[in-house]
């Protein structure tokens, strides 16, 4: 298949209707913008639905409501948007429901600026909603990735019924790379007999809701919920490992900011410093036991983001107290440089030759 050129969140778009997205809910916010405009203007072309809600929060529970009866459903937003669709999105984990959420993250706190960032990474993993919720957040690295993971994040949302969040920012959504279009990794899907889609006279209505009056059965619910949690533990984490078993210092970076990482590692390399990436491809689950790996006589684990430091904590987590932790990044929008990179990997290096 010949290659596309084609601008970030416009591939999103693109990738989503490929996966066999039909209906899109969403409410406009610089930098994801041309998301639902590709989507306006494409949806309708295949019998699918476009509605820009009235605002974030009414998208969100249309996105349920879609969810709710077998449609194959997604949003967009970015960072101030997603804050606002927070309560929903607990409402659509906690009836177990699949849906496709975007996210390209802008600086903040609060409306901030309109430029990339990754401070997001606290609402995405740990949850912004009520309750005890998890749902999978995947961080591509580039529009081909992102476009591959769109593809098949409509099929995991679906074989987990959970939400997906694809956790891009700025840069993601507004640059332009060549991208191909392949068929997704197949899954094996249940049919949806849960799905509220009228009952054709064979079956009692089926209800969906999260709402459990009796405290014993909302424990139960939870602990299930947490059952399929250590599923999707087990057998979904990606990461991209490179030179870690030898390495003098390993920094772990994501999305758009790993690229930066990456050239900054190139230049050490040529001054005789050992350097390795972890690159977590999913941020939840965070892949944990590749850690294990890193070369014992390392220096340091050397933490990169746009942010003033959120990612931190679960690397903090997964080296458990073997290794120094280190950090270097920018915020509000930011971009943290390769020399920056390069100046915090000699420090901690120690002049290593």
């Not at 949003?75 to 177990?96: N, W």
């Amino acid at each position: 298949m010949a290659k596309v050129l084609m601008k970030g969140n416009e591939a999103v778009g693109a990738a989503a209707i490929k996966a066999g997205c039909k209906y899109f809910f969403g409410y406009p916010i610089t930098p994801q913008n041309e998301i639902p405009e590709y989507m306006s203007r494409e949806l309708p072309k295949i019998g699918g639905v476009f509605l820009q809600a009235e605002s974030e929060i009414a998208a969100i529970n249309m996105v349920y409501g879609a969810s709710g009866a077998g449609a194959r459903v997604m949003t967009s937003s970015s960072s101030p948007g997603i804050a606002l669709k927070q309560e929903g999105i607990s409402y659509i984990a906690g009836a177990e429901l699949p849906c496709v959420i975007v996210n390209m993250m802008r600086g903040g706190p609060g409306l901030g600026g309109i430029q990339p960032s990754q401070a997001d990474y606290f609402q995405a993993t740990r949850g912004g909603g009520n309750g005890d919720y998890r749902h999978i957040v995947y961080a591509p690295s580039s529009i081909q990735e992102t476009v591959d993971i769109m593809m098949e994040s409509f099929d995991v949302a679906e074989m987990y019924r959970i939400p997906v969040m694809v956790l891009g920012d700025g840069m993601i959504g507004q640059m332009m790379e060549a991208v191909e279009f392949h068929e997704p990794k197949k899954r094996e899907l249940q049919e949806k007999t849960w799905a509220t889609d009228g009952t054709k006279g064979k079956r009692k209505p089926n209800i969906i809701n999260s709402l459990f009056l009796d405290p014993q059965e909302c424990e139960n619910h939870n602990i299930r919920l947490e059952e399929k949690h250590k599923i999707i533990s087990e057998k979904e984490v990606r990461y991209e490992a490179e030179g870690i078993e030898d390495a003098d210092v390993v920094c772990v970076a994501y999305g758009t900011t790993s690229r930066i990482v990456k050239n900054a590692i190139v230049e050490c390399k040529k001054e005789g410093i050992k350097v390795g990436i972890i690159r977590p491809i999913t941020l939840w689950p965070f892949p944990m036991e590749i850690f294990d790996k890193i070369n014992k006589n390392a220096k340091g684990v050397l933490t990169v983001e746009m942010s003033m430091g959120q990612m931190i904590d679960d690397v903090k987590i997964a080296v458990n107290g073997r290794f120094p932790v280190h950090f270097v990044g920018r915020s509000g929008g930011m971009v943290p440089t390769p020399a920056n990179v390069i100046d915090s990997i000699k420090n901690i290096a120690g002049g290593v030759k």
